[in-house]
Protein backbone atom coordinates (compact mmCIF):
# COMPACT_ATOMS: atom_id res chain seq x y z
CA UNK A 1 0.00 0.00 0.00
CA UNK A 2 1.39 3.91 -0.56
CA UNK A 3 2.55 5.77 2.31
CA UNK A 4 1.62 9.03 3.06
CA UNK A 5 4.82 10.94 4.45
CA UNK A 6 4.06 14.59 5.93
CA UNK A 7 6.57 16.60 4.11
CA UNK A 8 7.91 20.13 5.15
CA UNK A 9 9.51 22.81 2.32
CA UNK A 10 12.29 24.75 3.25
CA UNK A 11 9.90 27.30 4.11
CA UNK A 12 8.80 24.86 6.38
CA UNK A 13 4.83 24.59 5.23
CA UNK A 14 3.82 21.71 5.55
CA UNK A 15 2.21 18.93 3.21
CA UNK A 16 1.80 15.19 2.29
CA UNK A 17 2.65 12.72 -0.43
CA UNK A 18 1.91 9.73 -1.30
CA UNK A 19 5.16 7.77 -1.76
CA UNK A 20 4.80 3.65 -2.81
CA UNK A 21 6.81 0.72 -1.47
CA UNK A 22 10.16 1.41 -1.08
CA UNK A 23 11.40 -2.08 -1.17
CA UNK A 24 14.17 -2.93 -3.61
CA UNK A 25 14.84 -5.85 -5.82
CA UNK A 26 17.99 -7.80 -6.37
CA UNK A 27 19.28 -6.95 -9.87
CA UNK A 28 22.77 -9.06 -9.75
CA UNK A 29 26.02 -7.99 -9.21
CA UNK A 30 25.04 -6.42 -5.45
CA UNK A 31 22.63 -4.05 -7.10
CA UNK A 32 19.25 -3.38 -5.81
CA UNK A 33 16.49 -1.51 -7.64
CA UNK A 34 13.56 0.00 -6.24
CA UNK A 35 10.68 -2.50 -6.62
CA UNK A 36 8.43 0.16 -8.26
CA UNK A 37 10.31 0.65 -10.89
CA UNK A 38 9.35 -0.98 -14.15
CA UNK A 39 12.66 -2.26 -16.74
CA UNK A 40 11.28 -1.13 -20.25
CA UNK A 41 13.76 -2.95 -22.13
CA UNK A 42 17.36 -4.20 -22.41
CA UNK A 43 19.82 -6.03 -25.12
CA UNK A 44 21.00 -5.46 -28.29
CA UNK A 45 17.12 -5.13 -29.47
CA UNK A 46 16.24 -2.00 -27.49
CA UNK A 47 20.06 -0.36 -27.78
CA UNK A 48 18.90 2.03 -30.38
CA UNK A 49 15.71 3.55 -28.03
CA UNK A 50 18.98 3.80 -24.78
CA UNK A 51 20.81 6.27 -27.54
CA UNK A 52 17.73 8.10 -27.92
CA UNK A 53 16.99 7.90 -24.35
CA UNK A 54 20.49 9.41 -23.34
CA UNK A 55 20.57 11.78 -26.10
CA UNK A 56 17.99 13.49 -24.52
CA UNK A 57 19.41 13.99 -20.82
CA UNK A 58 21.52 17.55 -20.40
CA UNK A 59 24.74 15.15 -19.00
CA UNK A 60 25.62 13.61 -22.43
CA UNK A 61 24.89 16.82 -24.50
CA UNK A 62 28.41 17.08 -25.86
CA UNK A 63 29.15 13.47 -26.23
CA UNK A 64 29.70 11.33 -29.46
CA UNK A 65 27.41 9.23 -30.97
CA UNK A 66 29.88 6.71 -30.71
CA UNK A 67 30.40 7.60 -26.78
CA UNK A 68 26.36 7.20 -26.52
CA UNK A 69 26.15 4.11 -28.21
CA UNK A 70 29.16 3.07 -25.79
CA UNK A 71 27.28 4.16 -22.91
CA UNK A 72 24.09 2.58 -24.19
CA UNK A 73 25.45 -0.70 -22.60
CA UNK A 74 26.12 0.13 -19.18
CA UNK A 75 22.62 1.73 -18.40
CA UNK A 76 19.09 0.67 -17.58
CA UNK A 77 15.55 1.97 -18.87
CA UNK A 78 13.38 2.40 -16.42
CA UNK A 79 9.28 3.93 -15.95
CA UNK A 80 8.78 5.63 -12.43
CA UNK A 81 5.37 5.93 -11.51
CA UNK A 82 4.15 9.32 -9.92
CA UNK A 83 5.31 8.60 -6.26
CA UNK A 84 7.71 5.19 -7.12
CA UNK A 85 10.80 5.91 -4.43
CA UNK A 86 14.14 6.02 -7.53
CA UNK A 87 16.38 5.93 -4.05
CA UNK A 88 15.97 5.69 -0.62
CA UNK A 89 17.98 7.57 1.94
CA UNK A 90 20.32 5.46 3.95
CA UNK A 91 19.94 3.27 1.16
CA UNK A 92 23.55 1.44 0.47
CA UNK A 93 23.29 1.21 -3.17
CA UNK A 94 24.68 3.46 -5.76
CA UNK A 95 23.54 4.52 -9.26
CA UNK A 96 23.74 7.54 -11.44
CA UNK A 97 20.29 8.54 -12.28
CA UNK A 98 19.90 10.36 -15.61
CA UNK A 99 15.90 11.90 -15.99
CA UNK A 100 14.68 11.59 -19.38
CA UNK A 101 11.06 12.65 -18.74
CA UNK A 102 9.06 13.80 -15.75
CA UNK A 103 10.23 15.51 -12.44
CA UNK A 104 11.62 13.99 -9.36
CA UNK A 105 11.61 15.29 -5.66
CA UNK A 106 14.71 15.20 -3.49
CA UNK A 107 13.64 14.58 0.62
CA UNK A 108 15.39 14.46 3.72
CA UNK A 109 14.02 13.17 6.58
CA UNK A 110 13.54 14.83 9.77
CA UNK A 111 11.63 12.18 11.56
CA UNK A 112 11.08 9.25 11.36
CA UNK A 113 7.56 10.32 9.87
CA UNK A 114 8.65 13.65 8.34
CA UNK A 115 10.68 14.14 5.22
CA UNK A 116 11.53 17.91 4.45
CA UNK A 117 11.36 18.60 -0.13
CA UNK A 118 15.19 20.29 -0.50
CA UNK A 119 14.92 20.28 -4.25
CA UNK A 120 13.00 19.36 -7.48
CA UNK A 121 14.81 17.68 -10.40
CA UNK A 122 13.84 17.94 -13.71
CA UNK A 123 13.73 16.43 -16.93
CA UNK A 124 17.29 15.65 -18.21
CA UNK A 125 18.71 16.58 -14.83
CA UNK A 126 21.05 14.32 -13.31
CA UNK A 127 21.02 12.95 -9.58
CA UNK A 128 23.59 10.02 -7.08
CA UNK A 129 26.58 11.65 -8.26
CA UNK A 130 27.89 11.40 -4.83
CA UNK A 131 27.28 7.93 -4.02
CA UNK A 132 28.20 6.96 -8.09
CA UNK A 133 32.05 8.29 -6.53
CA UNK A 134 32.47 7.63 -2.55
CA UNK A 135 29.59 4.17 -2.31
CA UNK A 136 28.31 5.67 1.11
CA UNK A 137 24.68 5.41 2.33
CA UNK A 138 22.25 7.98 0.37
CA UNK A 139 22.10 10.77 2.11
CA UNK A 140 18.09 11.84 0.68
CA UNK A 141 15.59 10.12 -1.09
CA UNK A 142 13.95 10.77 -4.66
CA UNK A 143 10.44 10.22 -5.59
CA UNK A 144 8.87 10.49 -8.87
CA UNK A 145 6.74 13.82 -8.24
CA UNK A 146 4.98 12.44 -11.66
CA UNK A 147 5.02 9.57 -14.36
CA UNK A 148 9.33 9.32 -15.18
CA UNK A 149 11.41 7.77 -17.28
CA UNK A 150 14.87 7.30 -15.79
CA UNK A 151 18.18 5.63 -17.10
CA UNK A 152 20.19 3.74 -14.36
CA UNK A 153 23.99 3.11 -14.06
CA UNK A 154 24.92 1.10 -11.28
CA UNK A 155 28.52 1.83 -9.48
CA UNK A 156 29.69 -1.34 -10.56
CA UNK A 157 28.81 -1.14 -14.23
CA UNK A 158 30.44 2.59 -13.95
CA UNK A 159 33.65 1.35 -12.48
CA UNK A 160 33.39 -1.53 -15.41
CA UNK A 161 32.89 1.13 -18.25
CA UNK A 162 36.30 3.16 -17.01
CA UNK A 163 37.96 0.31 -16.69
CA UNK A 164 37.27 -0.90 -20.30
CA UNK A 165 37.36 3.17 -21.53
CA UNK A 166 39.61 5.15 -19.37
CA UNK A 167 39.26 8.49 -21.47
CA UNK A 168 35.61 7.72 -21.47
CA UNK A 169 36.39 7.49 -17.81
CA UNK A 170 37.83 10.55 -17.41
CA UNK A 171 35.07 12.32 -18.88
CA UNK A 172 32.52 10.98 -17.37
CA UNK A 173 34.18 11.20 -13.81
CA UNK A 174 34.33 15.21 -15.01
CA UNK A 175 31.21 16.05 -15.63
CA UNK A 176 29.94 14.22 -12.39
CA UNK A 177 33.09 16.61 -10.58
CA UNK A 178 31.17 20.03 -12.11
CA UNK A 179 27.64 18.91 -10.98
CA UNK A 180 29.11 18.22 -7.29
CA UNK A 181 30.91 21.57 -7.30
CA UNK A 182 28.17 23.24 -8.52
CA UNK A 183 25.47 21.70 -6.30
CA UNK A 184 28.32 22.30 -3.47
CA UNK A 185 28.23 26.51 -4.39
CA UNK A 186 24.24 26.15 -4.50
CA UNK A 187 24.49 25.11 -0.92
CA UNK A 188 26.86 27.23 0.22
CA UNK A 189 24.85 30.24 -1.13
CA UNK A 190 21.40 28.95 0.38
CA UNK A 191 22.85 28.32 3.92
CA UNK A 192 24.21 32.05 3.92
CA UNK A 193 20.77 33.57 3.08
CA UNK A 194 19.38 31.32 5.57
CA UNK A 195 21.99 32.31 8.48
CA UNK A 196 21.23 35.96 7.38
CA UNK A 197 18.05 35.69 7.56
CA UNK A 198 17.36 33.47 11.24
CA UNK A 199 20.39 36.20 12.45
CA UNK A 200 18.50 39.04 11.34
CA UNK A 201 21.82 40.58 10.23
CA UNK A 202 21.44 43.07 6.49
CA UNK A 203 24.37 42.29 3.77
CA UNK A 204 27.33 44.58 4.48
CA UNK A 205 29.54 46.21 2.31
CA UNK A 206 32.55 46.07 3.95
CA UNK A 207 35.32 43.82 2.87
CA UNK A 208 36.42 41.43 6.05
CA UNK A 209 39.65 41.74 7.28
Same mark, same amino acid.
Not at 11 to 35: E, F, Q
Not at 76 to 96: C, H, M, N, Q, R
Not at 180 to 190: A, F, K, M, P
Given at each position: ??????????????????????????????????? *??? +??????????????????????? /??????? *????????????? =?? !?????????? !?????????????????????????? /?????????????????????????????? =?????? *? /??????????? +???? +? +???? !???????????????????? &?? !?????? &?????
Amino acid at each position: MPRTLVTRDMNHRCTAVKSGPCNDTNTGRGTYIMS *ELL +LLGGGDSFRETTCKLIQKTDFFA /DFSPGDI *EFIANWVKAYSAP =VG !AYIFKEGSAT !ASLCFLVEGNISIFKETTPNEHMKIA /DILAGGTIGEMGIVDGKPLSASAIAASDSV =VLLMSR *E /DFRDLVHDQCA +LGVR +L +LWKI !AQIISLRLRQTTGLLAEISV &TR !AGFLPT &TEKPE
